[in-house]
């Protein structure tokens, strides 16, 4: 039960890191729920892949030994799928690396996904969301969540931010339903 438990936070560490963003108000996926988290109208994925720094998160269970340079980098597979490695640094300097596997779940966006970090020989039962709800026109950042709001994420393609940006980050994050003070700053 312990080993299951470990590999299950380990996926859910491995869920949260992912990237995609979109235009400030350029909400995509439809709804008639005008509560819905709504994700990005399309995710180039060979624009989206390469590596991403975790600017922010929700504070969650499988990431609490993740002290400071979160880090997330995603590679296509040749089966149409994305490699996905997570690493982070723990408070004693030693590493955390996580390794899994995305794959498409809307083709007419790219923009939601899911993500296992859990693999029984082979065989994949966990997967997680990953939506891509906010995006840079120049994929330079990208703001992931979920449809139930409890997971979310800030990921950009340098260690820092500038403050207007994040401005604007945390109002796509509003109008998804999220609340701002829901999310600490990652160290790096």
Same mark, same amino acid.
């Given at each position: 039960?312990?080993?299951?438990?470990?590999?299950?936070?380990?996926?859910?560490?491995?869920?949260?890191?992912?990237?995609?963003?979109?235009?400030?108000?350029?909400?995509?996926?439809?709804?008639?729920?005008? #509560? +819905?988290?709504?994700? =990005?109208?399309?995710?180039? $994925?060979?624009?989206?892949?390469?590596? !991403?720094?975790?600017?922010?998160? /929700?504070?969650?269970?499988?990431?609490?030994?993740?002290?400071?340079?979160?880090?997330?980098?995603?590679?296509?597979?040749?089966?149409?799928?994305?490699?996905?490695?997570?690493?982070?640094?723990?408070?004693?300097?030693?590493?955390?690396?996580?390794?899994?596997?995305?794959?498409?779940?809307?083709?007419?966006? #790219? +923009?939601?996904?899911? =993500?296992?970090?859990?693999? $029984?020989?082979?065989?994949?039962?966990? !997967?997680?969301?990953?939506?891509? /709800?906010?995006?840079?026109?120049?994929?330079?950042?990208?703001?992931?969540?979920?449809?139930?709001?409890?997971?979310?994420?800030?990921?950009?393609?340098?260690?820092?931010?500038?403050?207007?940006?994040?401005?604007?980050?945390?109002?796509?994050?509003?109008?998804?339903?999220?609340?701002?003070?829901?999310?600490?700053?990652?160290?790096?």
């Amino acid at each position: 039960m312990k080993i299951f438990s470990c590999c299950f936070a380990l996926l859910l560490f491995a869920t949260g890191l992912g990237v995609v963003t979109m235009p400030v108000g350029a909400f995509g996926t439809e709804s008639d729920d005008e #509560n +819905a988290v709504r994700t =990005v109208r399309s995710l180039d $994925l060979e624009r989206y892949v390469g590596l !991403w720094y975790e600017i922010a998160r /929700i504070p969650n269970s499988f990431q609490k030994k993740c002290a400071r340079g979160t880090t997330a980098e995603y590679t296509l597979r040749e089966d149409g799928r994305i490699s996905v490695v997570n690493r982070c640094t723990k408070e004693d300097g030693s590493q955390i690396k996580a390794d899994g596997v995305a794959k498409i779940v809307d083709a007419a966006s #790219n +923009a939601k996904l899911k =993500v296992s970090f859990f693999s $029984l020989l082979g065989w994949r039962p966990v !997967w997680g969301d990953y939506w891509v /709800i906010g995006l840079d026109d120049d994929y330079q950042w990208a703001i992931i969540g979920t449809p139930d709001r409890k997971y979310g994420w800030v990921l950009a393609r340098s260690p820092e931010l500038a403050e207007d940006t994040l401005d604007k980050i945390f109002g796509i994050i509003e109008r998804n339903g999220y609340k701002r003070e829901s999310f600490v700053r990652s160290g790096h």
